[in-house]
């Protein structure tokens, strides 16, 4: 495969054989077309809960190991050997961007993101120049690396969604109530609206830079976005999560819009214009379809302490979510949320075979 074919977005150039790639479950998902089985994968699958992935991480700084294209491939590959998942996801994290455009921050083990130098002004936005290409050379190496190694496997790209990276920027760090995030956003709604164009910016550029490098499709963790009223989302959020949409449709791959918490949001962030919209545990399949407008397909949503109960009642649960799957347009078989660090991975190894068997009994 040439690099042009890697970076094109048809995704019937991108395999040896001239269409693997656009038949597979996840896309065909995506689309809303027909499948043979319902597809899966698991948000967070790379790393965290792997041995593999602590081995080669051992003594390598995270943000290290997402700047460094050998350790990003093999990271990404690791859960698409072990499970029979659908697609992989890139490994990267939604703060890469942020560190290539010079926000000094660190992810330390056991906290997550820490940002050194707080934005709280309007001074302080003037860190966040836009990204370009050159700014993330390795992600490029990697997704085309990625891309070849693949085959027919799609390859999810992500970017963080911008309330999430504002809460972080902000707050300087993780936060359980989002309270000077909240309060820039209530009463200083200026600001706020110039720090979250900055944002949604640098979020169609990263997204840009993977699609253009072989990714088949997108996914936007706008995963703190829960937090916030459905009248304030519309407000103050919408706009910014529509733009990026708008942005990336045109390069033609599925986008995935995805938030915790998001019961009271869901058919607003379909209205944001994404493909697929993401499901959390808290809310049935069927729920969530009469929440959000038709044309969609959704994403999730078993979840992810069920994989600590005995399997037969993983295997109970994960019926039902897909029984409730099938009164969606198309859906794609995830977790609710992130797979937690403790999970075993025979359980998701167990899940993936369910999902496939199951669904292909009774297709979509
Ligand atoms: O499958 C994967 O793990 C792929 C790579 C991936 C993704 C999709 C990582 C690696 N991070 C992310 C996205 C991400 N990062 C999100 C959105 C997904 C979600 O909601 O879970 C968020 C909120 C972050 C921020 C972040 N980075 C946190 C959360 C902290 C908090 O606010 O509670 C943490 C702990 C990190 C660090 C991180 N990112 C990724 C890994 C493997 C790790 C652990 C760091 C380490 O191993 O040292």
């Not at 840009?208 to 703190?224: E, L, M, T, Y």
């Not at 019926?319 to 025979?346: C, K, M, W």
Request: aromatic fraction near 6%.
């Amino acid at each position: 495969m040439t690099a042009d074919a890697a970076r094109s977005n048809d995704p019937s150039a991108r395999t040896p054989d001239g269409g693997g790639l656009a038949e597979s479950p996840f896309l065909l998902a995506c689309r809303r077309r027909p499948v043979p089985h319902t597809p899966v994968w698991f948000m967070r699958q790379a790393g965290r809960s792997l041995p593999e992935y602590l081995r080669v991480r051992e003594g390598v700084p995270m943000l290290e190991s997402c700047a460094r294209p050998d350790l990003i491939v093999e990271i990404t590959m690791q859960p698409v050997r072990r499970y029979a998942v659908d697609a992989a996801i890139f490994f990267s994290d939604i703060m890469v961007p942020l560190r290539a455009v010079g926000v000094d921050l660190d992810i330390k083990p056991g906290v997550g993101p820490v940002i050194a130098d707080p934005i709280r002004d309007a001074a302080g936005l003037d860190v966040l120049r836009p990204l370009s290409p050159d700014d993330v050379p390795y992600v490029t190496e990697a997704v085309e690396g990625l891309v070849g190694e693949l085959g027919a496997t799609p390859l999810i790209g992500f970017a963080g969604g911008p309330f999430t990276l504002a809460s972080y920027l902000i707050e300087g760090g993780p936060s359980k109530n989002h309270e000077r995030t909240k309060a820039m956003m209530y009463g200083e709604p200026e600001l706020w609206a110039r720090l979250m164009e900055r944002l949604a910016d640098l979020t169609i550029a990263f997204l840009k830079v993977q699609v253009a490098a072989g990714a088949s499709a997108v996914q936007v963790f706008d995963s703190w976005v829960g937090a916030v009223a459905a009248q304030d989302y519309r407000e103050s959020v919408l706009p910014h999560a529509r733009r990026v949409f708008a942005e990336i449709e045109p390069l033609g791959v599925p986008r995935i819009h995805f938030g915790v918490g998001t019961g009271e949001l869901l058919g607003l962030m379909g209205e944001a214009g994404a493909d697929v919209v993401g499901v959390d545990w808290r809310v049935p399949l069927d729920e969530a379809v009469s929440r959000v407008e038709p044309g969609k397909a959704l994403q999730g949503n078993l979840d992810p302490a069920i994989l600590f109960a005995p399997w037969e009642t993983v295997e109970r649960r994960a019926r039902d979510v897909l029984a409730r799957g099938r009164t969606a347009e198309g859906h794609i078989f995830n977790l609710g949320h992130g797979v937690l660090p403790s999970t075993d991975p025979d359980m998701l190894a167990r899940l993936a075979d369910l999902v496939h068997e199951a669904s292909s009994e009774d297709p979509h």
